[in-house]
């Protein structure tokens, strides 16, 4: 599945995404996750990560990310995990709700 974002407004990026729905593997993922989900749950208590119809259109604001294993690797292929598109406006996320990118390249946001 492909997601092409096409928004012009401050604080939110345009990306191209290749998208492949797989689990997240607790044993794998989980050193990472956990805080990041403890993090990304407490930003949006204080009201820094959320959706609010006045701000960017209504669309969500604030992923927060983490770097996976191995460091500190190459740039484009360094693996990280994401808070999923649009789920900063849920009161908390589960690994259900991360990502990992594993290729990406700033020339090309």
Request: glycine share 12%; aromatic share 8%; net charge positive.
């Given at each position: ?17 290749h998208?492949?729905p ?10 990472v996750a956990?805080?990041?989900?403890s993090w ?26 983490g770097?996976?294993p ?7 292929v ?26 990406y ?5």
């Amino acid at each position: 599945m492909e997601e092409i974002h096409e928004l012009h407004e401050e604080g939110v990026i345009r990306f191209r995404a290749h998208h492949r729905p797989v689990p997240l593997d607790p044993q794998v993922h989980g050193a990472v996750a956990q805080p990041l989900i403890s993090w990304r749950n407490r930003l949006h208590e204080a009201g820094l990560v959320g959706c609010d119809p006045k701000r960017y259109a209504g669309v969500g604001f604030g992923n927060l990310s983490g770097r996976l294993p191995p460091f500190p690797g190459l740039p484009g292929v360094r693996p990280f995990l994401i808070t999923g598109t649009q789920t900063s406006g849920r009161p908390s996320v589960n690994l259900c709700d991360l990502c990992v990118v594993n290729r990406y390249d700033p020339k090309y946001n």
